[in-house]
C-alpha cells in the first residue's frame, strides 16, 4: 500500500500515466487488496517494524547511491527518483522521516484491519451456517 501512495505523491509528475506504471502501481495495488481481504492470513500490528527497517535500508541505500555519484545510465543525476534528490533537496530527509514514522505503520494498520474485516466477512455466512445445522442436528 505505502509503494502504490507514496509513487502517486512523491514520483508521478502528471500528465498521461504510462501503462507500466498504472499496472505495477494501481492494479498490483487492487490485486494486493483482494488478495488481503480474501486470504484470512493473520497479520498483527505489531509487524510494522519490520517494514520500517526495510524501509530505513532503502533510505540507507538511496542516500548512498545519491552521494556516491554512482551513474544512472541515460537517466539525469545521481538520484534514483526527484524524490530522493537528497544533495539538491535535503528538506526530503523531513519527507521521508515522516514516511518512515508515521506514514508506514499507518498504512500497515490500516492493511491489518482491512485483513481483520476480510476474516470476518468471510467467516459470518460460514457461522450461520454451522449454527443451523448444529439447531438441525438437535432437533432430530
Not at 488481503?36 to 533510505?59: D, G, K, M
Request: net charge negative; aromatic share 18%; with cysteine.
Amino acid at each position: 500500500m505505502a509503494v502504490f501512495a507514496l509513487f502517486w505523491l512523491l514520483v508521478y509528475t502528471g500528465g498521461t500515466p504510462r501503462a507500466w506504471d498504472v499496472h505495477a502501481h494501481g492494479v498490483n495495488w487492487v490485486l494486493m487488496l483482494c488478495d488481503r481481504f480474501f486470504t484470512e492470513q493473520p497479520a498483527y500490528y505489531i509487524h510494522f517494524y519490520q517494514l520500517q527497517i526495510y524501509a530505513l535500508v532503502y533510505v540507507l541505500f538511496s542516500i548512498i547511491h545519491n552521494y556516491s555519484g554512482i551513474d544512472n545510465g541515460a537517466a539525469d543525476g545521481t538520484y534514483i527518483y526527484k524524490a530522493t534528490d537528497y544533495k539538491n533537496h535535503p528538506e526530503q530527509y523531513g519527507v521521508i522521516a515522516v514516511i518512515v514514522a508515521i506514514i508506514i505503520p499507518t498504512f500497515h494498520g490500516f492493511m491489518v484491519l482491512w485483513g481483520k474485516l476480510g476474516t470476518y466477512s468471510l467467516s459470518q455466512p460460514q457461522a450461520a451456517n454451522k449454527s443451523r445445522v448444529e439447531m438441525s442436528v438437535e432437533q432430530h
